[in-house]
C-alpha cells in the first residue's frame, strides 16, 4: 500500500521544547518538501530536499530543522526558536522536483 | 516573477452552478500546472493538471482553461455538488527551476 504516512494526526508542544513531526514515503520518490498551512491560508514552503542528504531553506525556514538521511523518511523538527508554531504541517514527495506533488495526511501542532 | 495569484478567496454556488477558480503568472518559463483539491483536515489532493502545449484539459466534471498569452489558467467545476464544498489551490513549475509555486487557495462553497 503505496503513500505518505505523517505522525502523529496531533501533537502538542510545551513552551521552550523542540518536537518532531514524521514524514515517510514508500513512494520511491526522490523529493520530498514541508509546508506550513495557517488557518485560512495557503501553502509555504519550509524546506524541500531533492536527495538523500541534501536540503534547502524554503521560503519560512527560520525555527525549523530537517534531515534526510534515508530516501524514505524527511523529519520536520520544529525548535524552541519558532515563536508562532501552531498549525496544519503537510509533507509532501515527488517524483522529481519539478513534477506532480502528493501530500501526506498533515500534522497539526498546538501549543500547550 | 515566481509569484501565482489565485482568485477568489472565496465562493459560494448553489447546487448544479459551474464554479470558476482563476490564477495568473507572471513567469513565462512556468509549463506544468496542477490543481490541488483539500479538504478540511486532510492533505491536498491532486485533481488534474495541464501543459501549456494544450488550452483546456477535462476531467470528469472538473475542466481547465489555459491562455498562454493572457498568462492565465482557471478550473471549472461543472454541475457542482455540495460534495465538492473544500479548498483549491493552483500551482506552477518552471521548466528549468526546481519545485511547484501555489496560489494562496480558493474555499469553496456548494449549497444545497
Known amino acids: 500500500d503505496g503513500g505518505i504516512t505523517q505522525s502523529p494526526k496531533y501533537l502538542f508542544r510545551k513552551e521552550g521544547q523542540n518536537v518532531t513531526l514524521s514524514c515517510e514515503q514508500n513512494?520511491?520518490?526522490?523529493?520530498m518538501y514541508w509546508y506550513r498551512q495557517d488557518p485560512g491560508q495557503g501553502l509555504r514552503l519550509i524546506y524541500y530536499s531533492q536527495i538523500v542528504n541534501d536540503f534547502q531553506k524554503g521560503d519560512i525556514a527560520e525555527g525549523y530543522s530537517v534531515s534526510r538521511e534515508k530516501k524514505e523518511s524527511f523529519p520536520l523538527t520544529v525548535t524552541s526558536a519558532q515563536k508562532n508554531p501552531t498549525a496544519f504541517y503537510l509533507c509532501?514527495?515527488?517524483?522529481?522536483?519539478?513534477?506532480?506533488?502528493?501530500f501526506g495526511p498533515g500534522t497539526r501542532l498546538l501549543v500547550l | 516573477q515566481q509569484q501565482v495569484k489565485q482568485s477568489p478567496q472565496s465562493l459560494i454556488v448553489q447546487k448544479g452552478g459551474i464554479p470558476i477558480i482563476n490564477c495568473a503568472y507572471e513567469n513565462t518559463a512556468f509549463d506544468y500546472f496542477p490543481w490541488y483539491q483539500q479538504f478540511p483536515g486532510k492533505g491536498p489532493a491532486l485533481l488534474i493538471a495541464?501543459?501549456?502545449?494544450?488550452s483546456e484539459k477535462k476531467e470528469g466534471r472538473f475542466t481547465i482553461s489555459f491562455n498562454k498569452s493572457a498568462k492565465q489558467f482557471s478550473l471549472h467545476i461543472m454541475d457542482s455538488q455540495p460534495g465538492d464544498s473544500a479548498t483549491y489551490f493552483c500551482a506552477a513549475s518552471i521548466r528549468a527551476g526546481n519545485m511547484l509555486t501555489f496560489g494562496g487557495g480558493t474555499r469553496l462553497m456548494v449549497k444545497p
Open positions: 509532501a514527495s515527488s517524483i522529481s522536483a519539478r513534477e506532480t506533488q502528493y
Open positions: 495541464i501543459r501549456p502545449d494544450v
Open positions: 513512494l520511491n520518490h526522490d523529493a
